[in-house]
């Protein structure tokens, strides 16, 4: 149990990209403790130092904040002195974190990107993750990184578009991968991405390959297996409140269903 002491905000602050709402500073702490990949000096905006004085409540902070911006001081001590003030980390942890942003420093645009991309893939916010790794390989390529990075950014940039159901645009990512890294799983989730593109109107080859044919076979389980999933299981209890004449209750139940999908999709594709 950690006691927090900063005031809690009315008006939250909302992460660009993410969506995410941030009401108190122990919040704030624990957003750039988990997301340092993510943080940038275009984090440290206007509108997170108008969220520290007028919603926390919390003017030295913001002041220290202001004279840092105002001379152009680095993004480690920013964050540093973020984490200090609001003492919700132990200095140990902190020092991790000035480590990681040191060693961000150290690497070229492209790792950088690559790792922000990365975060938001953890995060499930697939389009910025997309538009990270669009950046880096839309670039002129660099030749102190190796063909195996340039291979994860496009296999992690198809993971994003599968999980949005682009799967067009997922083989094609897939591809590539493999044709630059010749990494196994690489072609595993390519022919996987075609399979799912093609959906029902696949037409089984005579002449498939014992690896087509594992990858078909755990498709199917993975369908089958679908049913038992806590998803599934609602979605079941929703329409059996139709078939019970429960018009009131189903309704609100969809609403509630919609809802949630709709958020879900502005958090994937925001």
């Not at 520290?52 to 001379?71: F, G, K, P, S, W």
């Not at 910025?128 to 839309?138: D, G, K, M, T």
């Not at 102190?144 to 993971?159: D, P, Q």
Request: negative net charge.
């Amino acid at each position: 149990m950690i006691l927090c002491r900063t005031k809690e905000a009315q008006n939250p602050f909302v992460v660009e990209h993410t969506g995410i709402k941030i009401y108190t500073l122990e919040e704030l702490c624990y957003y750039i403790y988990n997301n340092i990949y993510l943080i940038g000096k275009e984090f440290i905006s206007e509108g997170l130092l108008t969220f520290i004085r007028v919603e926390t409540e919390e003017d030295a902070l913001a002041d220290r904040l202001e004279y840092l911006v105002q001379n152009q001081a680095g993004l480690a001590e920013m964050v540093v002195t973020i984490l200090k003030y609001v003492d919700y980390y132990a200095i140990g942890e902190i020092e991790e974190i000035r480590e990681i942003l040191k060693t961000l420093n150290s690497q070229n645009v492209h790792e950088r990107m690559k790792s922000r991309g990365d975060s938001y893939l953890k995060n499930q916010t697939f389009y910025s993750a997309i538009r990270c790794y669009e950046q880096i390989v839309l670039s002129q390529p660099d030749q102190t990184l190796s063909g195996l990075f340039y291979a994860g950014v496009h296999h992690n940039m198809g993971v994003a578009y599968a999980r949005m159901f682009l799967f067009k645009e997922a083989a094609d990512c897939f591809r590539q991968a493999y044709k630059i890294g010749q990494h196994e799983e690489a072609h595993k989730c390519f022919m996987a991405a075609e399979r799912m593109m093609m959906s029902e109107n696949i037409i089984e080859r005579e002449d498939a390959t014992e690896e087509e044919y594992v990858l078909k076979r755990e498709i199917e389980t993975l369908v089958d297996n679908a049913r038992y999933s806590d998803e599934y299981r609602k979605l079941s209890e929703i329409d059996e409140l139709k078939e019970k004449g429960k018009v009131a209750e189903y309704n609100h139940a969809v609403d509630d269903c919609m809802l949630q999908w709709r958020n879900e999709y502005q958090k994937y594709t925001s």
